[in-house]
């Protein structure tokens, strides 16, 4: 301890208690002692704050990395359920899609071979006509 310090504090004792210790007085050596186990138990209560923060530092970093990954997971998990969603959903309108082009492909199939009958018959009739009439008038001739 300084002589200035050792100086104020037996000042300070004098004005306070009105007591006048000496440069060799024990209560200053005590003080002196308590001052010294002062500083000791704050360097190591630095060192330990330091350590503590480290370690804290340390939990930071895994919980950061942790997180990212259970994060990434949970991302990439939703990003394959939304595909497979859409995947399925597109499927079913394809799906949807094509059994309506299907019957809606049958129903003008059915239409144009209904028309194609009902010419067909009418191409019968106007043949069979004319070959009547071929003969009607091959008969007249005769």
């Known amino acids: 301890m300084s002589i200035d310090k050792l100086d104020a504090l037996i000042e300070r004792v ?14 200053l050596m005590m003080h002196t002692l308590n001052e010294m ?15 503590y923060q480290a370690i804290l530092e340390e939990n930071f970093n895994r919980w950061c990395e942790y997180s990212t990954k259970k994060s990434n997971a949970l ?35 059915y239409d144009l071979a209904r028309i194609s009958r009902q010419v067909a018959i009418i191409n019968l009739m106007a043949s069979t006509l004319l070959l009547i009439s071929v003969v009607t008038i091959f008969l007249i001739l005769l």
């Open 14 to 27: 004098a004005l306070k208690h009105g007591i006048v210790l000496s440069q060799d007085d024990p209560v």
């Open 37 to 51: 186990l002062l500083e000791q138990n704050k360097e190591a209560h630095a060192e330990l704050l330091r350590n």
């Open 75 to 109: 991302i990439n998990a939703s990003m394959g359920n939304a595909q497979l969603t859409r995947d399925q959903f597109l499927e079913s309108c394809i799906q949807l899609i094509d059994e309506r082009i299907k019957s809606g492909m049958d129903q003008e199939t």
